[in-house]
C-alpha cells in the first residue's frame, strides 16, 4: 500500500471539489492568495458553496475555508467528506492486514497458595489468641505472650 503525504491528499481533494472556471466571478479568476500561499475555489463539499477556498492555513496546515460553514483542516475533511479516501489512508498507515485480537493470559507473580495443615494451623493459632483474651483480659493485655 502506498503512503500518502498531506500534499498528495490535498491535491486529491482539491481536483475533486475544484469550482469549473466558467462558475467564477471575474475577480475570483485571478490567482488567490491565502496567508501569502496560493489558494483555489473549490465548490464545499457540506454546503455546496462556490465561494469556498482551499490552501495552506494559519497555522500551517492545509484547510477549506467556507463562508458559510467553517474552517476544515485537512484531517477532517478527508473523515467526513472523503470516505473511500478516508479508507485508503488508514489502511495504507498499516503494515500488515487486520487481524482480530487474541485473548493472552498474563502471569502475574503471586504467594504460593498454603497448604490445608498451613491453613488450619492459622485458625487454630487465631482461635488461641481469641480464647486466652476472652478467659483473663486482665492478667495479661498482651495477647502474644
Request: with cysteine; aromatic share 8%.
Amino acid at each position: 500500500m502506498p503512503k500518502y503525504t498531506d500534499q498528495e491528499l490535498f491535491e486529491e481533494l482539491k481536483n475533486r471539489w475544484k469550482t469549473p472556471i466558467d462558475r467564477l466571478t471575474a475577480s475570483q479568476q485571478k490567482p488567490q492568495q491565502m496567508n501569502n500561499h496560493p489558494a483555489w475555489y473549490v465548490t464545499c463539499p457540506k454546503c455546496q458553496k462556490v465561494g469556498s477556498r482551499m490552501g495552506i492555513g494559519d497555522k500551517g496546515g492545509y484547510v477549506l475555508l467556507c463562508p458559510n460553514c467553517k474552517c476544515y483542516p485537512l484531517g477532517q475533511l478527508i473523515k467526513e467528506f472523503a470516505p473511500d479516501l478516508y479508507f485508503e489512508v488508514t489502511r495504507a498507515t498499516t503494515d500488515r492486514p487486520y487481524e482480530k485480537p487474541t485473548k493472552t493470559k498474563t502471569s502475574h507473580p503471586h504467594r504460593p497458595r498454603r497448604s490445608a495443615e498451613e491453613r488450619e494451623e492459622l485458625k487454630r493459632q487465631a482461635r488461641e489468641v481469641r480464647r486466652r483474651l476472652m478467659i483473663s483480659p486482665t492478667e495479661s493485655n498482651n495477647p502474644f505472650s
